[in-house]
Structure formats: C-alpha cells, structure tokens
C-alpha cells in the first residue's frame, strides 16, 4: 500500500483547486493511479494512517474526493461519505484539524459539505466560518441550503437512482447543470 504522503503530494503539491472543483475528465483520469488505493482505504485498510493528521487527512481526500474522481455519474462516487464523515467528525474532535497547513484544513470539512442531512450541513456551516475561507464559505452555504430547501442533493438523483420532483428539476435546470 502506498503511504498518505503520495496522497498529500498529489492533490496539494501537483494540482490545486482549478483541478479539485473544476469536474474536468483529465484530472478525473490522473486520478486513476489511486485506484487501486482508494479501493483500499475504502475496505478501512489504512486505519494506521490516523496516527498523524496528514495520514487522516489523505484518507479522508481518497474517501470524499477521490471516490467523485475515480466514479463521477455514478453512485459509487457517494459510497464512500458515510465513511468519511465519521471519520472527519473524530478528526475534529480530536483537533486534526488545527495540526495541518491552514489551505488544507478544508478538506476535513468536505464531508459535512457532501452529507444529505441538515444537522450536518448546519455543523458543516459553523466549521467553516470559524475557517475564514469565504469562498468556502459561500459553497458550504449553497450545500446546507439546497439541503434545507428538498432534504437531499438533486443532482445525485439519478446517479442514485431516484426520482426527481417537479420542484428538483426546475432546481437543476436553473443551476444549468452546476451540480453538487
């Protein structure tokens, strides 16, 4: 298994947002070297990486980020966030968090963005304001209102398998397809 420092390497030091947010397919495909950790990491083999903060820190990116890299269209993408979110919550509880480089801190806050669940999303909402990040800010708002607003994410609707309401569809369609 290869250790979280590649993991930390590759999504910090070789990309950075344009790449993380952007939905482009070649980064999806750079990716794709991960594969085989991801699905790793996905069966809990990795839990010897929690000892450091950035060992936490790059399960969770493989967990919530890589898994809408390496699946995006389908509902594997979203597999992994249950996973991630508990894991993310412990890392906060024990200050992970506070012990990494302040650009990185966001991605422990990922999952509580990516959770179909209000009280989640509310927490998700405090954490990062206390960030000070106000374009983070600002997507972390979108998420928990959309949450607020029909209790779940439309556009993981067919990925998932369900049925969109009238209502989802306007929603989607005024979104112009900037999904979540």
Not at 37 to 64: K, M, Q
Not at 117 to 125: A, P
């Amino acid at each position: 298994m290869q250790g979280p420092e590649a993991v930390i390497d590759f999504w910090f030091v070789e990309h950075g947002y344009d790449d993380w947010f952007a939905g482009e397919p070649a980064f999806d495909t750079k990716c794709h070297r991960f594969a085989d950790l991801h699905a790793e990491v996905a069966r809990g083999e990795a839990w010897a990486w929690r000892e450091s903060p950035e060992g936490r820190l790059a399960e969770l990116i493989l967990l919530d980020q890589f898994s809408r890299q390496l699946h995006r269209g389908k509902a594997e993408a979203f597999a992994q966030d249950k996973m991630a979110l508990a894991l993310a919550q412990e890392a906060v509880a024990g200050g992970y968090d506070m012990a990494v480089d302040k650009d990185w801190v966001m991605f422990f806050y990922m999952p509580y963005m990516h959770a179909e669940s209000l009280v989640i999303q509310d927490e998700g909402v405090k954490l990062f304001e206390a960030l000070g990040n106000a374009d983070a800010l600002k997507f972390m708002i979108e998420h928990r209102d959309t949450i607020a607003r029909f209790g779940r994410f439309p556009f993981r609707n067919e990925a998932l398998g369900r049925t969109s309401t009238p209502q989802e569809h306007a929603y989607m369609q005024e979104r112009d397809g900037r999904s979540f």
